[in-house]
């Protein structure tokens, strides 16, 4: 499966190229090893580009796709290499289908918190959603909230092309109310309850 980071390197024309690293994202250490005399961080990053020339908020909207990455790096050669790193975390509950909303959080190498927590108060918000005391919605409404303000996250949605789309986001729909909507409405199977 691999822990998959996308690496951005500035270009001169405050541009990016992005490659990939399929366990960059395991830790947060790549950003280390990531140097002058070693800029594919000894193989640990793939030589081929993923993209080339893209403008920084498109690595968001259009690459970073939060069901699939656990990492970004921004790299910036021309400061001797300096890394940047950031956790990716994925603000969206279901079945991984429905794109994304995410968010970076920047870190250090040596720091594992943000993930730790990230996990915990996502399991915990699915746990209050799934004994039915909070929507998906409102529940997604306070993980952003708390990702900015706690670790001063930056959300984003993804999109595999904004062309392609109106890039408006729309939450995904609570199935859980359509389904409780549809049994108040009335048995389905044609058995009138005030017969019983």
């Not at 900015?148 to 609570?174: K, Q, V």
Request: with cysteine; glycine share 10%; proline share 5%.
């Amino acid at each position: 499966m691999g822990h998959r980071a996308l690496v951005a390197y500035g270009r001169p024309d405050r541009l990016y190229d992005l490659r990939y690293s399929h366990w960059g994202g395991e830790d947060l250490t790549l950003a280390t090893e990531i140097t002058a005399a070693t800029p594919l961080a000894g193989g640990a990053i793939e030589g081929s580009l993923v993209a080339d020339s893209i403008a920084r908020d498109r690595i968001l909207s259009n690459y970073l796709d939060p069901c699939v990455y656990e990492a970004l790096y921004l790299v910036d050669p021309a400061a001797d290499y300096e890394v940047d790193p950031y956790r990716v975390c994925w603000l969206e509950w279901g079945d991984g289908r429905d794109g994304g909303r995410g968010a970076i959080v920047a870190t250090r190498p040596d720091d594992s918190t943000v993930g730790r927590w990230f996990r915990a108060t996502k399991t915990a918000l699915a746990d209050i959603v799934e004994m039915g005391a909070l929507s998906r919605r409102a529940a997604q409404a306070y993980l952003e909230a708390r990702v900015c303000e706690e670790r001063n996250g930056i959300l984003y949605t993804y999109e595999e092309s904004i062309e392609d789309g109106d890039p408006t986001y729309t939450p995904t729909p609570d199935r859980w109310l359509e389904r409780d909507r549809r049994e108040s409405d009335g048995p389905t199977d044609g058995i009138d309850e005030s017969d019983e």
